[in-house]
Nanobody
């Protein structure tokens, strides 16, 4: 089992920044990649960003490209999401996810473990 705990959410004004963190514990050996997804009220959960633990590859949704940056710290078993130039439409619960296998990093069903989520609210 792998446990994922997100932190760093909060309330911020449009144009501001937040940094989300996700700490992984448990059977993390062999984990291939981590991702961030988000779900706004009344909407389906959507892909935000992903990165391989090696740090060699990153992936972003078009809606956040150029504003969000995903990074990982293998020594701390943690992944981060730096969010800049936030917009009201970024308001959502943000979830960290982990996966063992390569594949389609945008596809949430391919992730094996999920955190409980952290709320991000961007006011206009």
């Amino acid at each position: 089992q792998v446990q994922l705990v997100e932190s760093g959410g909060g309330l911020v004004q449009a144009g501001g920044s937040l940094r989300l963190s996700c700490a992984a514990s448990g059977r993390t050996f062999g984990m291939h990649a981590m991702g961030w997804f988000r779900q706004a009220p009344g909407k389906e959960r959507e892909f935000v960003a992903a990165c391989t633990w090696s740090g060699g590859s990153t992936f972003y949704a078009d809606s956040v490209k150029g504003r969000f940056t995903i990074s990982s710290d293998n020594a701390k078993n943690s992944v981060y999401l730096q969010m800049n130039s936030l917009k009201p439409e970024d308001t959502a619960s943000y979830y960290c996810a982990a996966r063992y296998l390569r594949g389609n990093y945008y596809f949430q069903n391919e992730y094996d473990y999920w955190g409980q989520g952290t709320q991000v609210t961007v006011s206009s």
